[in-house]
C-alpha cells in the first residue's frame, strides 16, 4: 500500500497527526500518477492546501501539464485568488487536452466575481467544442437556473434526462427540472416531475420545493403535509415555517399558522419576514400585543423594511394612538419614494394632532396615489373643508363623488361650493 493510500486511510479513520506524517513521505516516495490521484482526492476531502502542494510539486517536474494549472486554478478559485486562478488559466491554451476543462473552471471564477455575461460565454464556448458532453450540459443547466432563466435551464436538464441521466454531481435532475418549471410558472408540470422522484431521494430541498408548488397549485393539505414532514425530520430548515404557516392560513387554520410562525422566529430570531408574518396572523387573532412585538422586533432587524413600518403605523392608527404613529413615521417622512400609506398615516397623525400645516401636505402628498379610494377622499374632504382650503376641497369631493355619485350630502355641498362661485 503507497504512503498516498495509508494516508487517506488514517485521515478515514480521524487520525489527522498520522496522516500528515504519512503525507510527507508520500510526496517523497510515491510516483507521480500515484500522487497526482492523492491529490484528487485530497481535494475532495476538503484539504485545499495539501492538493495545491502536490499540484505545485508535479507541475515543476511537468511544467507542460495543463490539467495541472487547471487543477490549480480551481483551487485558487475556492481560496478566493482571483489573479493566481487567471494566471494558471491562462497558460491553457485553444489546443491544449485541457483546454474544455479550463472554460468551465473560467466560467465558475467569473460566476463567482459576478461577471456573468463572461461565464456564459465560457460555457457556451465550451459547448460548442463538446455539444454531447454532458458535465458541459451540466454546467450550462446550472448557469441558466442561478440567473432565473428557466426556460433555458430546462432544456439543459432535459436533454440529460432524456440522455437517461438522472443524477450527476450527486444534483437530482428531475428536482432541477421540476423546479425549473415552477420558476416559470409552469406549477402543474412541475409537480409531475416531482411526483417522479423516489420518497427515499426526496432530500430536504426537494420536500421544500415540491411543499412549495404545492401551496401554488392550492393544494394545501399537501402542502402541510410534506412540510410537516420536512419539519419533523429537519426542524432547522427555516425556510420551512414561512410557507407552511402559509399555507395553514390559506387553509383556515390560523391558530396553527400563528405557532409554525413563531416555532420558525425560535429557529431564526433575525428572519424578519417571519416576524412580519406572525404579527399579520397575531393581528388576525387579535392579540394585538403580540402584533406590535412582532412588528417592532422586525423593524430593528431591518429599520428600512417599508412593509413592516406601514403595518405598525396601520396598527396605532387603528387604536387611536396618534402620537405613537407619528413618533414613527417622523424618520421616515423627509425620503423619497414611500409607500402611499404612510403619507396617508401621516396625515391624519398630524391631523388627529392638529399639525394642520404638515398635516396639508401630507395629504396633498397622499392624493394622487389615494383618488380610486373613497375612505380617503372621504376624509381629505372634512379635512380640507376644516382649514378652510377651497380648492383642494372641491378637487378631492370631485374626485370622491366620481367614486360615490349617489351620496347626498357630498353633491350637497359641491353645489354649495358652485353655488358661491366656487
Known sequence: MSYSEQALQKIEDGDIKEANRLYAWALRKDDDDTLNSFAEELYGLGFDNKAKRIYEKLLEKYPDEDSLQVNLADIEIGQ???????????TVKPDSDAYLQSLLVAADLYQTEELYEVSEQKLLEAEKIA????????ALGEFYNMMQNYKKAADYY??????????????????????????????ETSMAYFEQIKTVNKTPDILFQQGFVYLQLKDYTNAIDLLTQLRETNPDYVSLYSILATAQEKNGDIEAAYKTAQ?????????EDLFSQAAELANQLQKYDDVESYLKKALKINPEQMRTVVQLSNLYISQQRYQDNYDLLQPYIEEN????????????????????????????????????????LHAAVYFFRQIGNTDWAIKSLKAYLNLVPDDSEFSLMLEDYETNGF
Open 131 to 138: 455539444p454531447d458532453e454532458q458535465v458541459v450540459l451540466f
Open 337 to 376: 419614494d414611500l409607500d402611499p400609506q404612510i403619507y396617508w398615516n401621516i396625515a391624519v397623525s398630524d391631523e388627529k394632532l392638529e399639525h394642520f400645516p404638515e398635516a396639508k401636505e401630507a395629504y396633498q402628498n397622499a392624493f394622487p396615489f389615494f383618488t380610486n379610494n373613497a375612505d380617503f
Open 158 to 187: 432535459l436533454t440529460l434526462i432524456k440522455r437517461g441521466i438522472l443524477t450527476l454531481s450527486s444534483v437530482d435532475l428531475v428536482a432541477r427540472l421540476a423546479t425549473a418549471y415552477a420558476g416559470m410558472g409552469k406549477f
Open 263 to 271: 416555532e420558525g422566529i425560535g429557529f431564526d430570531e433575525f428572519n
Open 80 to 90: 478566493g485568488h482571483t489573479d493566481e486562478a487567471l494566471q494558471h488559466l491562462a
